[in-house]
């Protein structure tokens, strides 16, 4: 708890809504072990396991066609990937989508007429379920690593565990984006081409998102509907009100007669009580039941001229993979396309409603395409314009300061080639270089060769990096104005003389697996030749949200340039929203683990997002995770942007720099030496700076806090000049945060602020 400080403790952050630093730090369990001797384990482990495997997938087989077709998919998916609201998903079952998804291919890959019974999935026969599903999916991601050839060159070997974490990535993770922001992103893209599509195809697009939605939305809500009903009969102690109760809300064939005989053979209510919850388990599969009247009625001739042709496209029946390689159902599952499961004509489910959220693009394109093969090139034109207008927009939107400039040209000498820019934004005195690309990894790259994969991360990374660096060196070199021509031949002028930083961004459309991929790792297995070439790379929801959760400018910048130096010095595992999470909490400042030789696991971190991503539309209550920091520190930055003076994102920029603990450490010793000053003002042996020095020594900085009574302004910055030159050269560093507090008045937050630059021993002034 932050502790309260007499003058300082208005001016303390008080907010719940601030994540508290949770990560670990994993070292390498085969460091001290030789070469030869993980050959011998990895090559056992592969053994094992490709003995085991396909006896895991046949008893999960025989498992299956003891129970009621669609059971255990509906039970499972209830229980989790779409658990009601209000409940905590650390008290569910634990099975990931990505298993249900699996087992649902697996499941239509039996033949109807092969299941034994109708009998439902019942609780104790759950766990066991789960348990085989969790083998199935690990031992099939150990046997891809096992069966890496470790005599491969060293450069080769790690490429290959980079293209198993893409495959891994594309195996497990979900999701590109929130609900909310899935569905308009894709009315938005779909939206600048629907008129075309409706035309080609007869589908309005725009409508099938809505039809989406809205299934979803069904579904959800009678998920929520049988989990209140299920909360109203747990309240109730009476063992008849309890039955009566559950006749009521259910539609079961038994008599409260039955069920109160029945009841007899329990212990006490309670485990009676339990005993109904799993009952209710029987009528599971109802809540995912599409509903054919109510589709027609609101969309036929509408979406489409046939809704149940749209259905049947959408749908596989039981026993359709029969013939399909399950070794594909990882990387490029059938049901990715389509998610329905068609019983007969007017019968059709949707086990995983939340399945439209990671595969929309999939399951559009799988429509679309077979009808237009020209549509793969109308639409992918669209998705580029879109990407483009969406990041000029967001940056207008965070940087209202800046001045915005899209598509640009200029001219080459060193090659005689004349290059464009997709987006440059200049605030202050930091550029920011936005390269955007709309493709995405292909399936059969994430299936195939390394080469395959190599290609398309040159054409999705590098070349976009590339590019940004070739216009990072451009303007370096440009001394003064310079004069560039925007897509319409209108000419620009950019004065380079005042940049102090430039940032470089590659945003993609959809999330790229390699995303989760840190710089060293990626230089380390030879993807890249050079560690300052690559640039930071995220999707495009992603860069809404950092924009988001980063509320002033000071901060964004901040993130994004020490977003490029983690990813370039630290190991590390996780996505961009766990980075994102990391820097709320530490605002990137953990000293050495930063050029640590462990990996940072990171991964995980992005669930503390989801309960205000997910709620904030329903609960009011919700309020947006904040940067964990002092509100001094924030009253400095707002100060900063309120008067936006050349130079502020500077003094921004290493104000962000203090953590939060040297925040607390600074603000205690000033208020301690505070009473000295006003206490002994005049002493020739008083101290009235405050030193602190932090951050790693890789890249140490001071921040010095002087305080003093009324002065002139050139004895100050006289007096400012010699304490901080001595603290400089003493502790060896280039440059130096000054702020000065005059005591004598209540000047808040400071009285001036400066950064304090050594060159050839001439120090600036304060300003």
Not at 44 to 61: D, G, H, M, T, Y
Not at 197 to 202: A, E, F
Not at 695 to 706: H, L
Not at 735 to 755: D, E, H, Q, T
Request: charged share 30%; net charge negative; glycine share 2%.
């Amino acid at each position: 708890m932050t502790r309260k400080y007499k003058t300082w403790s208005k001016y303390s952050n008080k907010n719940e809504n601030i994540f508290h630093p949770e990560y670990t730090v994993q070292e390498n369990p085969f460091r001290d072990i030789s070469e030869q001797e993980k050959e011998q384990i990895f090559n056992e482990i592969n053994r094992k396991i490709a003995e085991e495997l396909p006896k895991l997938i046949q008893a999960l087989r025989d498992q299956l066609i003891e129970f009621m077709p669609l059971h255990p998919l509906c039970l499972l998916t209830y229980h989790f990937p779409t658990r009601p609201v209000g409940t905590n998903r650390k008290t569910l079952i634990k099975i990931e989508q990505f298993q249900v998804e699996l087992l649902q291919a697996f499941f239509l890959k039996i033949p109807l007429d092969e299941y034994k019974d109708l009998k439902p999935l019942t609780p104790d026969k759950v766990e066991p379920l789960i348990e085989l599903m969790d083998k199935i999916t690990s031992y099939k991601g150990f046997l891809r690593i096992t069966s890496i050839d470790r005599t491969l060159p060293n450069d080769i070997l790690k490429k290959q565990f980079i293209l198993d974490s893409i495959r891994n990535s594309t195996e497990i993770v979900r999701n590109w984006a929130y609900p909310e922001a899935t569905y308009r992103m894709l009315k938005d893209i779909y939206s600048l081409v629907n008129n075309n599509l409706l035309q080609r195809t007869k589908i309005d697009v725009l409508l099938l998102i809505d039809f989406f939605q809205e299934l979803t939305e069904i579904i959800e809500e009678r998920i929520n509907e049988h989990w209140k009903k299920l909360k109203e009969i747990m309240k109730l102690n009476d063992k008849k009100e309890i039955i009566s109760k559950y006749i009521e809300m259910f539609p079961v064939k038994n008599t409260s007669e039955e069920f109160f005989e029945f009841s007899r053979r329990f212990k006490s209510r309670k485990d009676f009580k339990y005993w109904l919850l799993g009952h209710s388990d029987i009528l599971l599969n109802d809540l995912f039941k599409i509903d054919i009247s109510i589709s027609k009625n609101n969309y036929e001739g509408r979406l489409t001229e046939n809704i149940s042709e749209l259905l049947n496209n959408l749908s596989h029946e039981i026993g359709d993979l029969k013939e399909d390689n399950e070794e594909f159902f990882y990387l490029d599952n059938p049901i990715w396309k389509k998610p329905f499961i068609k019983i007969n004509n007017s019968e059709y489910y949707y086990p995983i409603p939340s399945m439209f959220q990671h595969s929309n693009f999939s399951i559009i394109e799988n429509l679309l395409y077979p009808k237009d093969k020209e549509l793969k090139d109308i639409i992918g034109k669209k998705k580029s314009e879109y990407l483009e207008k969406s990041i000029e927009k967001l940056f207008k939107e965070s940087f209202p300061y800046a001045t915005i400039y899209k598509n640009l040209y200029w001219y080459s000498v060193a090659d005689s080639k004349e290059y464009e820019n997709d987006v440059l934004v200049i605030i202050d005195n930091v550029f920011i270089i936005i390269e955007a690309k709309s493709g995405k990894f292909s399936k059969s790259s994430k299936r195939g060769s390394l080469k395959r994969i190599e290609s398309e991360f040159n054409d999705l990374i590098l070349e976009p990096a590339i590019q940004s660096k070739r216009f990072e060196n451009f303007l370096y070199s440009q001394i003064g104005k310079v004069k560039l021509k925007d897509k319409n031949g209108i000419e620009i002028e950019i004065d380079c003389s005042s940049i102090r930083n430039i940032i470089r961004l590659s945003i993609t459309l959809e999330f790229i697996p390699v995303l989760s991929s840190s710089k060293r790792e990626l230089f380390e297995s030879g993807f890249i030749d050079d560690l300052d070439t690559i640039t930071t790379t995220m999707s495009l929801n992603d860069l809404e949200i950092v924009l988001e959760l980063l509320p002033k400018q000071s901060e964004k910048i901040h993130y994004f340039l020490r977003r490029y130096d983690f990813e370039k010095n630290a190991l590390f595992d996780g996505d961009e929203l766990d980075i994102l999470v990391f820097y709320l909490e530490t605002g990137f400042n953990k000293g050495e683990s930063e050029y640590g030789q462990e990996t940072l696991i990171l991964q995980g971190n992005s669930e503390k997002l989801d309960n205000y991503y997910l709620f904030r539309y329903y609960d009011n209550s919700i309020v947006k995770p904040i940067p964990r920091r002092t509100k001094f520190w924030n009253d400095i930055l707002d100060r900063f942007e309120e008067k936006h003076k050349p130079g502020w994102t500077e003094l921004a920029y290493y104000l962000l720099n203090v953590s939060y603990e040297d925040q607390i450490k600074i603000q205690e010793a000033v208020e301690k030496q505070s009473r000295v000053v006003i206490r002994d003002w005049g002493n020739p042996k008083l101290k009235n700076a405050v030193v602190l020095t932090y951050g790693p020594p890789q890249k140490k900085e001071i921040f010095v806090w002087f305080l003093y009574l009324d002065m002139l302004k050139e004895e100050r910055n006289k007096q400012v000049q010699n304490i901080v030159g001595q603290e400089m050269e003493r502790l060896n560093v280039s440059r130096a945060l000054v702020l000065g507090s005059n005591l004598s008045k209540n000047y808040y937050p400071y009285s001036f602020i400066a950064l304090l630059k050594s060159n050839n021993n001439n120090l600036s002034e304060p300003i």
